[in-house]
């Protein structure tokens, strides 16, 4: 049975989807640490296996960004990342009430804009914003 729950701050389940997704684990230090400061996240279950996980980060009233969308291979194109988007829109939705003027960002991992677009969100050249841009190390 699918479930949801909020605010969930497993280190090892971030980890494993982390990696599961392909994108590496971080030091578990790094994890709790980036767990601890994330504004609201939904971690989801089949049963009490964690399959898909994502979150919110951000000042909480002017610019909030959606970060680590991540669906477990085997569970992907079931409409759990669908699940977990809509989850996190509520909670802006929620916010929004309070600020209409809130952005809201997200960075798509390359050649996932299409689901993403779903939600309404456009690049941000086609908003007249520019370009994204991150910082090189």
């Known amino acids: 049975m699918i479930n949801i729950r909020e605010n969930n701050k497993n ?4 980890n494993l989807l982390y990696d599961l997704v392909g994108w590496g684990a971080y030091d578990s230090e790094v ?3 980036a767990l601890d400061n994330t504004f609201y996240s939904v971690s989801v279950y089949d049963d009490n296996n964690i ?13 909030l960004y959606i970060h680590d969308i991540m669906v477990k291979p085997e569970y992907q194109g079931k409409k759990i990342g669908t699940l977990i988007m809509n989850k996190l829109l509520e909670k802006i939705n929620q916010i929004k009430k309070e600020n209409p003027d809130l952005r809201v960002y997200l960075g798509a991992s390359k050649n996932r804009e299409k689901f993403y ?3 309404g969100f456009v690049k941000r050249i086609d908003a007249d914003l520019g370009y994204g841009m991150i910082l090189k190390n």
């Open 11 to 14: 280190v090892e389940e971030f």
């Open 31 to 33: 994890t709790k640490k």
């Open 51 to 63: 399959i898909g996980y994502g979150r919110i980060i951000g000042d909480t009233i002017c610019f």
């Open 117 to 119: 677009e779903k939600f």
